[in-house]
C-alpha cells in the first residue's frame, strides 16, 4: 500500500492549492508573494538627497557598503554603456521576458487585454514608467535574440523622467542611444533585429546576470558596473560611502606629506587611526 502515498500527498498538495480572485491577475503589478511578505516590513522613504550623493561617491565606496550590509549577490560588470562617464541613480522598474511560444503568447495577449496595458513591453515601459525609475529588464543574457527596445521607445521612457535602463539582453539605436542624454542604457551588446521574446512579469524578482533585482531597488550604474540594493540600507549605504570617503582622503593626505610609511598609512596604524577619528569627530 505505500505506493499510494506520493498519490495522496500529490492530491492533497493540489486541493491545498487557493482559488485567487479573478481580478489578481488583470493588475498592473505581476503578483508574486514574496514581495507580499516584504510589505510587511515597509522601507524607510528614499530622498532626493540620498540619491543625489550616490552620484558623488566613488562606486567602489558605494559596493563596499552594500557588501559590508549583507548583500552580495547584487552587481554585474561587463555591460556596454550606450553613453560611458555617465553616472545613473534611480530606483529599479523590473521586467522579465521570456522565449515566445504560441499558447503563452496568446495567454500574454490576454491578460494585456484584461488589464488595459500594451501587450509589447518596451511600449507599456514607455507609458507606465514614473520619474526617478531605472528600466531594468531579464531578457536572458543573450544579444541577438534578447533585444528589448530601439531609440522610439527609449525617448517615449525618457519624457515620461526615466533615468536609464539596464538590459540582461540586448538594444537596437545604438547610434541614436548615444546622443539620448539623461537616459544612459547599459546592456550585454546591441543589435538592429527586432526583439523576438515576449514580456510575461512586470514588477516581479528578477535577475540580472550574477544579481538579484526586486522592484524598487536603488540602482547605480556608471560603465565600470551596476549595482542593486534594498532602499532599506540605504541610510547606512550612504553613511558608510561618506566615512569610506573620508578616510581615502586622509590617507592620500598622509601619503603627499610623506612624513609616514606607507605601511603605516595603508593600512591606517593604531596612531593615525586614532588621529583621523579625532578630526572626523571635529568635521
Known amino acids: 500500500m505505500n505506493y499510494l502515498i506520493p498519490i495522496l500527498l500529490l492530491a492533497g498538495a493540489a486541493g491545498a492549492q487557493v482559488t485567487p480572485d479573478p481580478k489578481l491577475r488583470a493588475n498592473r503589478d505581476t503578483y508574486h508573494p514574496a514581495l507580499e511578505v516584504l510589505k510587511e516590513t515597509p522601507a524607510p522613504e528614499v530622498t532626493g538627497e540620498q540619491l543625489a550623493k550616490l552620484k558623488t561617491f566613488p562606486f567602489e565606496a558605494i559596493w563596499g557598503a552594500v557588501q559590508r550590509a549583507g548583500y552580495v549577490n547584487s552587481h554585474i560588470s561587463g555591460l556596454k554603456a550606450s553613453r560611458p562617464g555617465d553616472r545613473m541613480v534611480g530606483r529599479a522598474l523590473t521586467i522579465r521576458y521570456l522565449p515566445k511560444r504560441p499558447d503563452l503568447e496568446q495567454a500574454m495577449q490576454k491578460l494585456s487585454r484584461e488589464g488595459n496595458w500594451p501587450g509589447g513591453y518596451h511600449v507599456r515601459a514607455g507609458e507606465q514608467v514614473k520619474p526617478g525609475d531605472v528600466i531594468v529588464v531579464d531578457l536572458g543574457g543573450d544579444i541577438p535574440t534578447g533585444v528589448f527596445f530601439g531609440d522610439v521607445s527609449a525617448l517615449a521612457a525618457k519624457t515620461r523622467g526615466a533615468r536609464g535602463v539596464v538590459l540582461w539582453g540586448s538594444s537596437r539605436d545604438l547610434g541614436e542611444?548615444?546622443?539620448?542624454?539623461?537616459?544612459?542604457?547599459?546592456?550585454?551588446g546591441f543589435d538592429p533585429r527586432p526583439a523576438l521574446q515576449m514580456g510575461v512579469d512586470w514588477n516581479v524578482p528578477i535577475r540580472i546576470?550574477?544579481?538579484?533585482?526586486?522592484?524598487?531597488?536603488?540602482v547605480?550604474?556608471?560603465e565600470e558596473a551596476v549595482l542593486f540594493f534594498p532602499p532599506s540600507i540605504l541610510g547606512q549605504v550612504v553613511e558608510a560611502a561618506e566615512r569610506t570617503v573620508e578616510q581615502e582622503t586622509f590617507e592620500r593626505e598622509r601619503v603627499k606629506e610623506q612624513k609616514h610609511r606607507f605601511r603605516d598609512i595603508y593600512p591606517l596604524s593604531p596612531e593615525l587611526r586614532k588621529r583621523f577619528e579625532e578630526e572626523r569627530r571635529k568635521k
Open 209 to 218: 546576470g550574477p544579481a538579484t533585482v526586486l522592484p524598487g531597488d536603488v
Open 220 to 222: 547605480v550604474a556608471e
Open 177 to 188: 542611444l548615444r546622443e539620448m542624454e539623461g537616459l544612459p542604457v547599459y546592456a550585454v
